[in-house]
């Protein structure tokens, strides 16, 4: 019995000793080394290659990292396989044999990690060929966004043969890569000939093109590819085809609302019967149209023409009533939410958009007062210093200068000087206008040399938001910007129909080109920024 006990003392102390071998030793540094390739089958440039199984091994223990997503194979095989990995070897087994005679890259990407830190493999990248010879042609180039000339970082670029039937909006690719952080690509070991070439941000990763969300770049003519192929810029585009679409029609006593499921860049309505002239704007969000009840206007039938920004039209013939209840969008009056500076504030020199209830004319000298507390610190002069817009329903003016020491004030407008085209004498809330600080704006102005004869010259905010736009002119100066970052884009009219002309949807020709400044643009308050030079 003693011996019996001694045996199972010991079988115990051995167990825990095996145990206590096997954990890992505590501290020390943290494993930071990514996996290397030590050896693969077949090996990378080999020829004659017969086999349904790739094998990679590495320097340690490895495993897939979403191989299925992050796994390259060009061209495209359509040849299901499996996975298998064993400690520090990993395997593809393919369903079918690969094509013969065919130039095969597999790029493994970030497919591939250790098994501790999960540090990725890098540069797992391998070309062979089941026939006698590596096909040599390569493409390369850079991926941009077209409208704010950024590199599109990771979009896939994709090549269908030019004479094969397969579509880019259907079919996955023949050949396939994926660009780097700057946008750059390089697709190699590419079988000579005629190729559409495309480039996507792919958001759904079945790498082809099936969602207008997602952006494509695209080539109108085939690209013949070869082993001396120039360089190629694609520019990415967002396509939009679907038309607005008129989601609701509201009826107050002095205006008719039409509201659509998007932004509205455009539209023209005019009534069926009748020359009536028709008041109407697109309301501050962009998204409806708002048409005024005036003496030469009392309702009827109108036909409104609807274009989002990408030229699409909606076209409905509308029965215009003014039958409803006052409109209860604004209340007298309200400063429209454009231009302002952070915080809500404006500088001097800047422009303010007040926003009026219904379209009135102006017969007072002094529409509208500035005060501080209940001292006037200075009253707006109509014409010379107040606009007012082809409704009727917006007044513009500029922010004077005004004592340093003052942060907020009243804007005031006189009821008796501000009288609307039809109905009773109205009555304006006292609005709140933030003062900022360092008050002044900034201007930017510069010379254009160039032998297109029409372009849109742009000023972008840093969200590259269209603040002004300017026609074709050998000068610009863009005056009262309010400090902060801005772009300058062109936009050029190369067939001079009078528009810059969007990307085509059936990739039959190209957009228009678009030039962008190199550098932004830094405005500062009371500063003109000068002689800044264009050439395109």
Not at 38 to 44: A, M
Not at 300 to 318: E, F, R, Y
């Amino acid at each position: 019995m003693k011996l019996l006990k001694a045996l199972l003392y010991a079988g115990i102390l051995t167990t825990l000793a095996s145990c206590a071998s096997q954990s890992p030793p505590e501290g020390g540094p943290r494993d930071q080394t990514a996996p290397k390739l030590l050896n693969s089958t077949p090996k990378d440039q080999q020829l004659n290659v017969d086999t349904r199984t790739i094998t990679l091994e590495f320097d340690e223990e490895v495993q897939q990292n979403t191989l299925n997503k992050e796994l390259l194979i060009t061209p495209n095989i359509n040849n299901p396989y499996k996975v298998i990995s064993n400690r520090n070897v990993m395997t593809l087994e393919f369903e079918k044999p690969l094509q013969d005679s065919t130039t095969y890259t597999f790029n493994f990407r970030e497919g591939i990690t250790d098994i501790t830190e999960k540090n990725k493999a890098q540069g797992v990248k391998l070309s062979f060929s089941t026939g006698s010879f590596i096909d040599s042609s390569r493409v390369s180039g850079q991926v941009v966004n077209l409208m704010k000339q950024t590199p599109e970082k990771e979009a896939l670029v994709v090549l269908y043969q030019a004479d094969d039937t397969l579509s880019v909006r259907k079919n996955r690719p023949y050949y396939l890569t994926a660009a780097d952080e700057q946008g750059n690509f390089s697709l190699q070991n590419v079988k000579e000939g005629s190729y559409r070439m495309y480039a996507l941000v792919d958001k759904n990763n079945n790498s082809y093109y099936d969602s207008e969300e997602e952006r494509i770049a695209y080539l109108a003519n085939p690209i013949n590819i070869t082993p001396t192929t120039d360089s190629v810029t694609l520019q990415t585009v967002r396509l939009d085809t679907k038309k607005p679409i008129l989601m609701s029609r509201t009826k107050n006593n002095d205006r008719f609302v039409a509201t659509y499921n998007e932004g509205i860049e455009k539209y023209t309505i005019k009534p069926v019967a009748g020359k009536d002239s028709l008041i109407s704007k697109i309301t501050t969000d962009g998204k409806a149209i708002e048409l005024f009840k005036t003496e030469q206007f009392g309702g009827g039938k109108a036909i409104l023409a609807a274009v989002d920004s990408s030229g699409n039209i909606a076209t409905d013939t509308l029965e215009i009533a003014f039958d409803g209840k006052p409109s209860t969008r604004i209340q007298g009056a309200g400063l429209k939410v454009i231009n302002k500076g952070q915080a809500g504030s404006y500088r001097v020199g800047q422009e303010i958009m007040v926003e009026l209830q219904t379209p009135v004319r102006i017969v007072g000298k002094s529409p509208i007062r500035l005060m501080s507390d209940t001292v006037v610190v200075q009253e707006i002069q109509y014409p010379e210093q107040v606009s007012l817009d082809r409704t009727n329903t917006e007044l513009r003016f500029n922010l004077p200068s005004i004592s340093n020491n003052i942060k907020q004030l009243l804007l005031v407008l006189d009821s008796t000087a501000i009288q609307p085209l039809q109905g009773q004498p109205l009555s304006f809330p006292q609005l709140q206008l933030a003062v900022a600080e360092g008050r002044g704006t900034g201007s930017i102005s510069g010379s254009i040399k160039t032998d297109f004869e029409a372009y849109t010259l742009q000023l972008l905010n840093s969200d590259y938001l269209v603040i002004e736009e300017r026609s074709a002119g050998k000068n610009f100066r863009f005056k009262n910007i309010a400090p902060g970052n801005y772009y300058l884009r062109v936009l050029v009219d190369e067939n001079k129909n009078g528009k810059w002309d969007r990307a085509d949807p059936e990739f039959k020709r190209p957009p228009e080109p678009v030039i962008l400044h190199p550098n932004m643009i830094e405005v500062r308050a009371n500063w003109e920024v000068e002689n800044l030079n264009l050439e395109f």
